[in-house]
């Protein structure tokens, strides 16, 4: 059984409020940013390639898929002994649906400059969106904690674990028929860059940091929240 660490803070009620809006806001925004990069139909992240396949061959919704395998992913916490947080659950639970959400209000099918321009701004969006809901320090999403357990429980360096998940995962969803292009690249090669500067950014300063400065980086958040210490990536979905 997966066991959520409990909510509770000691920080003053105001900075607990921005936490929380924090983390719904950014929670959004990575489904809208999801939404902007699969309408931009030039190639998506690895894991939405992975949902992309499993929606081509079964007809469920995209939003649905996504949280079913946000749980499936969870599951996998159990045997490396990851705790989830109240982020980590609502990370599951509502990427999704606000991913459907927002494919039902962008068409599909526009001219290539449209897309471009999608693209790289849904890339933008989930680099903000990742800051946002990293930094409210409610706890990291399903796949990211899977590959921070997986590295604390095997020593295996943050970039190896990292690349044979998603190697894994958009191999499998290619040969479901997911959308692999140039955009799949370019969510490779800019993410991490753009994840390095918001999730500092954005990081909330919390009471408990002072206690805790040793085991936190410079931008003030936990170091067991961020998704990829080693190098600074960020998470492929929330």
């Given at each position: ?66 949280v ?30 606000f ?88 969510f ?9 500067w ?31 210490p ?9």
């Open positions: 059984m997966v066991r959520l660490r409990p909510l509770r803070s000691a920080d003053p009620a105001p900075v607990f409020v921005r936490r929380l809006v924090q983390l719904f806001v950014g929670l959004y925004l990575y489904g809208l940013g999801i939404a902007l990069i699969v309408r931009g139909e030039l190639g998506v992240a690895p894991w939405d390639v992975l949902t992309q396949g499993i929606a081509k061959q079964t007809g469920l919704g995209f939003g649905l898929i996504t079913i395998t946000s749980g499936v992913v969870l599951l996998l916490w159990i045997p490396i002994r990851q705790k989830p947080g109240f982020g980590t659950l609502m990370n599951a639970l509502l990427v999704g649906p991913a459907d959400l927002s494919l039902w209000l962008i068409p599909p099918g526009l001219d290539l400059w449209a897309r471009v321009l999608m693209l790289f701004g849904g890339i933008l969006v989930l680099a903000v969106a990742t800051g946002l809901y990293i930094g409210a320090h409610f706890g990291p999403g399903p796949r990211d904690g899977l590959m921070t357990g997986l590295h604390r429980r095997t020593g295996w360096r943050i970039w190896i674990v990292r690349t044979g998940i998603e190697l894994l995962v958009l191999g499998t969803g290619f040969l479901l028929g997911g959308n692999v292009g140039i955009g799949t690249l370019a490779a090669l800019l993410i991490g860059p753009l994840c390095g918001t999730i500092p950014f954005f990081a909330v300063k919390r009471r408990a940091d002072a206690a805790t400065a040793p085991t936190t980086n410079r931008g003030g958040v936990p170091d067991r929240d961020i998704p990829h080693a190098t600074g990536a960020a998470p492929v979905q929330a």
